[in-house]
Structure formats: C-alpha cells, structure tokens
C-alpha cells in the first residue's frame, strides 16, 4: 500500500520548496497543506516551523532532515557521495535562502521599493494560498522585516555584501560546480540540485524582482531546464492531483519554461 504523506508548507517558503521539489522528483503521491502563519503553531503536527512533513502518521521536521528521510525509505539507485551532497546543500541552503529573503526585506537603499513590490507579491500569495486575511497584506512588507526567523537569516548576509553580490557568489560557484561536473555533486542528479531548483524555481515563477538572473547565465539554464521539465511532468502526469505542483498556476506570474 502506498505511504499517507502530507507536507505542511508556504508556496513562498525556500525551505518547504525544497521538500516539495523532492517530493516530485521522487513521484510520490503526497497532499499540501498550506498553513495559514496566525496559526503555525496549532496547525503543525510537530515543531514550529514549516516544512513539516508527515509520512504514514510520522512526523519529521527540517527541510534537509526531511529529504534525508525521504532518501533513506525510497532510496536512489545511483547517487553521488553523501559527504559531498551535505556538504554543497548546507552551502547552498545557507547562501541561497537569506538572498531569498532579501528580495523582501527592505534594506536602506534604492532595493527598498523593490522590496516592498516583492513582499506585497508574496502577501498575495499567501492570502490566495494559506488564507492569510486581506487586512496583513498591505503591511506585509512591515511584518516580514520583522520576523525574527527572518532578521537571523538575513541580517548576517548583509554584512557581507549587497543582495546582488551575494547572488553573484552564488551563480559563480554553481558555475564552477557545473563545470567540472553535468550536476552539482557529481555525474548524477542528486537532492543537492532538487532543493537548489526549489529554491530558484519559486521566486522565479512567482516572478519576484530579479529572480531571473540565473535563467539569463546559459551554464545554470541549461541545468535548470531539464530538472525544470522533470519536476513539472511529474505534476502534470498525476491526473488524479496526487503530486501537487510546486506552485498553482493562477499564483504564478511567469509562463513555464518548459512545456511538458
Ligand atoms: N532549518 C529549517 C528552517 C525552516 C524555517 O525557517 N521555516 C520558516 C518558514 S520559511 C518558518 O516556519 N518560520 C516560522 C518561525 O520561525 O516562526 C528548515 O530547513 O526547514
């Protein structure tokens, strides 16, 4: 008999978006249940951050924990080093998702309005998807600056360097990766390039302020589309609604980039 999963997730997570991403590469059938954030804590099953994600009554938190789980009960016949695979996510994740962030984090400079455009964009969604009421959208650029899960991921980022910098440092060591290897841990497709695709994939359909800077390097659009089609085909292909895609297509502002 097939497993009883059910992800608790925010379609504007990073985190939730990597386990969704897995979720589908895997082609297991699973439910979302979009939590509405007034009410995180009574909602999850477990902990209280999102992703959750239960399998057969059992509850595992932390996106990485997650996929992890997820590895060890439908294991991949062939796959690169696991070293080197927690290695690279924990850069990637640690790197990726305060840029994220800053997409929606005004900071004091001329970003700021973009900031505000891509908070209220993601306000949206999260009213559409998880019920958030219309009245928190207009200050919800107020109230992600002052998330504390928020402030500790960005914050730290900041001191490094411009959003745009940080996004940069990024790209050039995907790029590195890709050059001495088809995939970013070696000759397979490993959870390293699923949650990295989560992670660029949800900002870019949701069409956030210069999410697309990676689709316009050829190297990264070139690993991006395949695992793009990928992802894609395996909600497409679950007519019964069995593998929900990452994002539903009246929240997404962008067309996709591949068809199936
Ligand atoms: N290390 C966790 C981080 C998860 C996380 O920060 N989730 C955010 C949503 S993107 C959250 O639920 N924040 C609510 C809070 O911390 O109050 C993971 O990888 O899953």
Redesign the pocket.
């Known amino acids: 008999m097939a497993s009883e999963i059910t992800l608790y997730s925010?379609p504007t997570?990073?985190?939730?978006a990597k386990v969704h991403a897995y979720l589908l590469y895997k082609r297991l059938a699973f439910r979302v249940h979009y939590v509405n954030p007034l009410k995180?804590t009574s909602t999850l099953p477990v902990g209280?951050?999102?992703?959750v994600l239960t399998i057969d009554g059992s509850h595992y938190?932390?996106?990485?924990s997650i996929i992890n789980e997820i590895e060890r009960r439908w294991p991949a016949e062939v796959t690169a080093q696991q070293p080197l695979i927690d290695t690279r996510d924990q850069w990637l994740?640690e790197n990726m998702v305060p840029t994220l962030f800053r997409a929606a984090f005004m900071e004091a400079d001329s970003s700021a309005f973009k900031a505000c455009r891509n908070a209220w964009r993601l306000a949206a969604v999260m009213r559409k998807a998880c019920g958030v009421p219309l009245m928190l959208t207009p200050g919800w650029p107020l109230l992600l600056r002052k998330?504390?899960?928020i402030r500790s991921?960005v914050l730290p980022q900041i001191s490094q360097g411009s959003a745009p910098e940080q996004r940069q440092k990024m790209l050039k060591q995907m790029k590195h990766w890709l050059s001495e290897k088809p995939y970013l841990a070696g000759d397979c497709i490993s959870q390293v390039d699923i949650s990295a695709y989560g992670m660029l994939a949800m900002p870019y359909y949701l069409d956030l302020e210069d999410a697309d800077d990676f689709v316009r390097c050829e190297v990264i659009k070139a690993w991006f589309e395949p695992i793009d089609k990928l992802i894609c085909d395996s909600a497409l292909q679950a007519t019964d609604n069995s593998r929900p895609p990452l994002l539903a297509a009246q929240w997404c502002s962008r067309l996709p980039l591949t068809k199936a």
């Open positions: 925010y997570s990073p985190f939730a995180l209280q951050q999102i992703p938190a932390d996106s990485s994740t998330q504390p899960f991921l």
